[in-house]
């Protein structure tokens, strides 16, 4: 197990960047995705880190728009990728890492689905919808899953009893 030392959070928030730009809804789903929800920081603490690691030059964040809401968007820098393959060269923060990326492989499909709903749902409230066509695809879209999830749960019911 990992032992509990200064930076470790930073550094997996630098990890989880690896990849691609990200928001920091996106980080937090990521973090929950990665350790299958067992640990998922509070906004609390994420958005202070993440100012930190801009501050320091090892991240850079830019804004855009989805409808009518801004959001920042966190992107390693070169600096930010020299910090993290130092991180990866620590035995232990592998160690982290291989457990993490383990925890995703066993994570559960339906919570990835159900973050995703709520994601779309946040969304949702947000973008001015006065496309009418596109307003029923949604609603058909949404009745066809009520559809399969109420025949998942009666399946379920029924195997209880």
Do not use: C, H
């Amino acid at each position: 197990m990992f032992k509990r030392r200064r930076g470790i959070f930073k550094g997996v928030v630098l990890y989880v960047l690896r990849s691609r730009p990200l928001s920091g809804y996106e980080i937090l789903k990521e973090l929950s995705r990665l350790s299958a929800g067992r640990y998922v920081p509070s906004p609390g603490t994420l958005y202070p880190l993440l100012s930190y690691l801009e501050s320091e030059g090892l991240i850079t964040a830019r804004e855009v728009y989805v409808g009518r809401r801004r959001k920042k968007i966190y992107e390693l820098t070169p600096r930010g990728e020299e910090e993290l393959a130092k991180l990866l060269d620590d035995e232990e923060f592998r160690g982290l890492v291989q457990m993490l990326e383990s925890g995703a492989a066993a994570s559960d499909l339906l919570a990835a689905i159900r973050d995703e709903l709520v994601y779309i749902d946040e969304v949702f409230d947000e973008v001015e919808g006065r496309d009418e066509e596109l307003l029923e695809e949604v609603l058909t879209l949404l009745k066809r899953l009520e559809e399969k999830v109420s025949t998942r749960l009666a399946q379920l019911r029924r195997g209880r009893n």
